[in-house]
């Protein structure tokens, strides 16, 4: 089993910033993927970023591309996404995942997740 845990969620202003964390537990690989996905009242869950756990690649959506990063600390287990220029739609609740396979933007490529984390953006 993998564990995920994310936090750093919050109210923040148009036009601010934000770091989420995912710290991840349990019977974890280096090959696994890593990925954020978000879901918005009356919305489906949808791809946001993803990490390569060991390699460090990665890969975002064409939303969030140029305003949020994606990165890792292998000796931490743990999972950053930071969110610049956030706008009121980037509210969302965001989901930490973790994927068996390569880079990969599909919910359903995604075996293990966290309880996610409330992020609003006020106008």
């Known amino acids: 089993q993998v564990q995920l845990v994310e936090s750093g969620g919050g109210l923040v202003q148009a036009g601010g910033c934000l770091r989420l964390?995912?710290?991840?537990?349990?019977?974890?690989?280096?090959?696994?993927?890593m990925g954020w996905f978000r879901q918005a009242p009356g919305k489906e869950r949808e791809f946001v970023a993803a990490?390569?756990?060991?390699?460090?690649?990665?890969d975002y959506a064409d939303s969030v591309k140029g305003r949020f990063t994606i990165s890792r600390d292998n000796a931490n287990s743990t999972v950053y996404l930071q969110m610049n220029s956030l706008k009121p739609e980037d509210t969302a609740v965001y989901y930490c995942?973790?994927?068996?396979?390569?880079?990969?933007?599909?919910?359903?490529?995604?075996?293990?997740w966290g309880q996610g984390t409330q992020v609003t953006v006020s106008s």
């Open positions: 995942a973790a994927s068996p396979s390569l880079l990969v933007h599909l919910v359903k490529e995604y075996d293990y």
């Open positions: 964390s995912c710290a991840a537990s349990g019977r974890t690989s280096s090959s696994y993927a």
């Open positions: 990490i390569s756990w060991n390699v460090g690649s990665t």
